[in-house]
């Protein structure tokens, strides 16, 4: 039985593990529940767990929650049936997991990523959605998984599955790395800094849907992923009485507003793309006083690291003389960032060769330019590094919305697709060298 | 018994009337607690009561709070003991009351005013801070009576009964006038376009605190409250993806962040003090979106009401070019408005003498220039313009914090000092022409 | 003799008209002197001219000079020389030129462009600046000939005689079109609209240098040209005194500044490249009045027209709520603009093949990504649009300094090959169809 | 024969001179013709003279022209007429003159100030301007005495003339202060701080004009001038090709609009006035180049000193941190300064008295409110500071436009009354103590 009549097979339970984890949706840093059932499945498939501290640089992580937050998110998860042992060990932050198994001591060590965080967006109760339709959209207030990351998990957890049935005919190491927090590009960074990725030869990361022009399709060796930072920056002024002393005020608004037109207004780079978004602005705590406190989220994109770097720089540069203009301070903190996604053409060619081969695809394409960001980037960027291959394949899907939407939905059935490509993928190289 | 010897010995009865208002501080058009227990005082002293819609122009009503929050408190007062018979007329924003008693057909009409509301701030809990000490401090999570209305509404109250027990003595009518929402000056203009003070001869507006250094001491003919304007803009633009489609955007942020820059540089204005603090701005919904939203609450303010209308003008002009300059919308809404507190000079001098004369004040001012603005304006103005005289009094505290601090606090026996000063002038004007 | 026999032959009298040229610079719709001796050698050559109103939509002119300084220059080229009749013709921004020679009734129509115009650049007496060494430098205080327009007409005119004296051999007509005001892409969109390029059937454009790395080589069909529109604004306020009347001010530099910002942070466009810029900016009377006027000149450029369309769109909107925030007027006028450049590739591939067979160019590559912009563009779109084909070709050249510096010089043997170039590519394509 | 006779019969005089100086107009720094004929004058009377650099703290100058401008004005003066030994005294900034005549040994010291710069301004030569109906407008282009210096200084002349023709009447010693560049408050800090006051007993300062309403009157003690500070900012930054790099910009366009709004936004001063003006802004060299420079003069003025340092300690903040966003540096340099004008009571007092008793005003004010500046300001006080007194008297004129416009005249009837003032205030103080 090879990977795509395996996957044919196991439908049923692809479909009711994609919609359990859907409808018990968790942000980034706080998949306690999620992570918690990886690794239950993938102790009971035989493989070998690291997670929590061990697959983590704690000082790596970004954007993590308070702890007040993560708290009532692990008690809610035991609530909702997680293993306790497992969210203990994933507890506070620590939702990463890399599951191995090594069939022979000779052959290569083959990764693939999984993430796991849902989006902040509250799910439609439309019949027109799925989900709602089928009851099984999201019963947590404000949480989503509208990017697709229950599917990511579920086809990892039947691609284990087909492996560890298949043992005896392979070589080498899988290694199946389950990441937390790439929304925001919080997590992958970490787990990179923990050096999960530091002998592995070949690097698969997978996403579904993005554009519905791709439905039915494969892409891989996207180039269309931009580097980015996510940057936090709170200004501390000093509050007067609006009226009666005004030039007492520092005014942190002031600070906060100047600090936006001027980052938008950053120069545009003749290198490539670049892209500045303040998000988030408050500001202000009452009407009749001078704003002492304002703080706001931003992100800088860039199509190189150069350029994002660049970008970077700048917004450093323009918060802090904001800050001085109006006599306040200002904190900046890194709350997420990713570099290019880099692909290996040799490996993306072979992945379009099989991937044709296998003839479940409608259009094979050799790259598709998105303009989304991806913090998988350092993972591929770090096996090319030190010698191996690496690519980042889009599993087209007629999705029903754009991605972060109340409505976004994708067709079940390409789950299977995705299984019966990552199996064959596994299998050819899963062989002694 | 003089207004004085009758203040002393209803001191017991002050200070445990003021500290229930204080433990159950309500905001304003939120005050249902507090008028049905204004109301009831009144009606059993045999006042006549007008309440609710008969004393409100309703649509000159400002800053309003939502029907959600209005139902909420109008349940919370019944359940602190609130007469629901009142709550019912009081609800939804028609917190105003005006109580009279006609001692004769032909003298004058006097009146006397008090605001009733408390502020969005949290009380103290410090062992410093006397309301915590004795146990009288706010129940209500974010609302204190931060700047002595509750103080106002006992004076009010014990004036009515000093002259409830002594009516036989007097000729005329005595109109107490129990104003809803003083904070954000957006009540007064309601029960003055009801005509509230139409009838009024002369008319006492008062205030206790303002300044440390006046402990002890009075105040009258205040020139240094500043006419103002509450206003509040909301801007609506689009929403784009940050990093894919960013010329969609029309960035509401952008919009709002141009207008509080453009706002505060307004150019001074020659012919005297002006005020401009946008207090507080949200904007935006996500990172990595677009901002199409914000808001923002702001304040003007001006030496004469000329001032205050040209800094009104300016803010229009700004906020509408600032919305045009992204394609964005801004809806505006007045907040609240308070005109400049006029004093007619004979009747402060008159205040002035009466006061010496008692001789419980260490000092007593002509007037005392503050900077904030107090829509008693619009009754003082009103009567003014209609022929009567209107005077507005600071009563001097040892205040132990600025208002609207966590803090703040006045030294009850200057309750005694209001009763017996506001019991005197009803007695020297309450008498035949 | 073959062209580059004959251009070889020439390289003394190109020397010597182009060292004339240089030493004479003339900026845009100033080109009386350099455009009445493209006359008078073009008709002793023999073509048919038509000139100034005949080959100009008058009303499409843009960024013309004032009536005065028209004038002056008009003057001043009699004084070196012009010959009146021609001034007269070309005077007052009219300094367009199409000579036409006919070869035969059925042949097809080729075109070749040059423009004529002069940088405001002072040119530098520096003696590693060839020009200054040899004695040929500019004569004309800030006006230089820092682009090479120069070089261009000298290389037509040889180019005209060329085929003057190779005329029995030739079929068809060959069209030189002599342009004004290059420079801020002025003066192509009015010969466009004037229809001189409606009957071509192969038009080529050409420029010398643009960078350093193409010394010696041919670059064609370039794609790395943006669209652009250059725009003036002049926002009108009204002034007071400073200090005595500030709020009657309708500050025209806060509406400038703020129009600057927000122009700046114009969002960038998903689809590619954009740009802004505000070159210059000048507000304001005197320390103690506030500002009644400011000036601005801005440019806007776009990857595609779509792109050029959508920043010009908004510098508008901008422009325009910038005033209105400040309650002055703004008058916004068009002063220069360019599409991008259409190729034809088959044309092109020609080019190549034949720039190939010529053997004189170190390198002939496909296309080179420049940057800049070039009215030439709205030749080759009417061109192309009309059926014809077009190309732009970019001639290497060992430039001693960048474009439009002072230093800026070319190499003058490279004369030799352009003339070469074009000869041999008019004998192609004018013969019979 | 007393002052008021002495001036009536020099009528003529007066007249003529006036008419001289204000047909040669001299803009700060440059009264070389001025200064020269003031001094040939008082050295004829008799007087001691001082001048240029014994007279000047030459480090304290501010607000000086290029040498270039006070070359060529030092050439013009002596071909209009001055003596080229007094040119070489005051040449190159240095025309500060003072004169003394000692009558006695242990009289007080007594001192009249007289400003003499013009403006730059272009005299009108509308027939309904007496100046140019009469013929004697401005000579020089852009240069007018539109603001009454020339007959500040016609009337210092009369009265030097006056006092010396009565020498022998009078006791102590008088000074004539004779101060360059007013106009911008340059130069009166220069001679205060060179010790010119340090021996005065009593001091005047007068003003000729400031109101229609106040012609024929005469107001004493003046508190409506404000402190005032002149500051000229230029920032630095780095040009780039707007096209090809505009990520290497180091945008001083950018850096000088947003100091400028946020400049506009400083917080108001519940102490007072206060006032800010940026007048001036030019920014960029040419359209399609990012700005590398920009420059600005502004002014900021309070109505206590205390005040205008609040300004101009956020000016200096909001310049530093605007360059510092842009990558930027700015260069700030003070262009003038006056503190507030102080005056004495007692002195004024008499004043009043005086001038009453000479019965020449319509009405004698104790002070006027203007709401400019006057660096006589730095004499007032440091009198004052050391223990003498001072006073700012203001003549007023039915003056014919505002001061510095096109139109400004006075009525010249009205030296005659300044004269007779001054003449008798001289005889009353120069007197043995």
């Known amino acids: 039985m090879n990977s795509l009549e395996f996957a044919r097979q196991h439908t049923e339970q692809f479909i009711a593990r994609r919609r359990d984890l859907h409808k018990h949706p968790e942000p980034g840093w706080l998949e306690y529940r999620t992570a918690a059932f ?68 000779d052959g290569p060590t083959v990764a693939f990523r999984s993430d796991i965080d849902s989006n902040d967006v509250q799910e439609s109760d439309s019949p027109e959605h799925m989900p709602a339709r089928e009851g099984f959209s999201s019963i947590h207030e404000k949480a989503m998984h509208a990017c697709g990351h229950d599917v990511h998990l579920t086809m990892i957890l039947g691609l284990a599955e087909y492996l560890a049935t298949n043992k005896d005919k392979l070589q080498g190491t899988v290694k199946l790395i389950i990441q937390p927090a790439e929304e925001g590009v919080r997590g992958a960074a970490a787990m990179e800094a923990a050096g999960v990725v530091d002998d592995v030869d070949i690097f698969f990361g997978t996403h579904i849907g993005i554009d519905k022009n791709l439905a039915g399709c494969l892409a891989c060796s996207d180039p269309g992923f931009l580097a980015t930072s996510k940057i936090d920056a709170s200004f501390q002024g000093y509050s007067a009485h609006a009226g009666a002393s005004p030039e007492q005020a520092k005014n942190a608004m002031l600070a906060a507003c100047t600090a936006v037109i001027n980052l938008q207004a950053i120069a545009r780079h003749s290198k490539g793309i670049s892209r500045v978004n303040v998000g988030t602005l408050e500001a202000g705590t009452g009407r009749n006083v001078t704003p002492d406190v304002a703080s706001l989220k931003l992100e800088i994109r860039g199509e ?130």
Not at 64 to 70: D, G, I, K, R
Not at 367 to 390: H, K, M, N, P, W
């Open 304 to 433: 190189t690291t150069e350029i994002n770097d660049y970008m970077e720089q700048r917004c450093h540069t323009i918060l802090e003389a904001a800050a001085a203009m109006h006599d306040c301070t200002v904190n900046i903190t890194k709350a997420g960032s990713a570099p290019v996604v880099m692909n290996s053409d040799t490996l993306a060619t072979e992945v379009q060769e099989l991937a044709n081969e296998l003839g479940i695809f409608k259009r094979v394409d050799f790259s598709y330019s998105g303009g989304g960001s991806e913090d998988c980037a350092y993972f591929t960027r770090r096996v090319i590094e030190l010698g191996g291959q690496a690519t980042y394949m889009i599993l087209g899907s007629d999705i029903k919305a754009p991605h972060h939407n109340p409505l976004f939905d994708i067709d079940e059935k390409d789950m299977i697709h995705g299984v019966a490509l990552m199996g064959a993928l596994a299998e050819k190289y899963l062989q002694s060298k």
């Open 38 to 105: 990886a690794a239950t499945v993938l102790t009971e498939l035989g493989y070998d767990i690291k997670a929590g501290a061990e697959v983590l640089d704690l000082d790596a992580r970004m954007g993590l929650p308070s702890e007040a937050v993560m708290k009532a998110a692990m008690e809610r998860a035991i609530a909702e049936g997680a293993d306790p042992k497992w969210v203990d060990i994933f507890g506070y932050g620590k939702t990463a997991l890399v599951a191995t198994m090594k069939f022979s001591d």
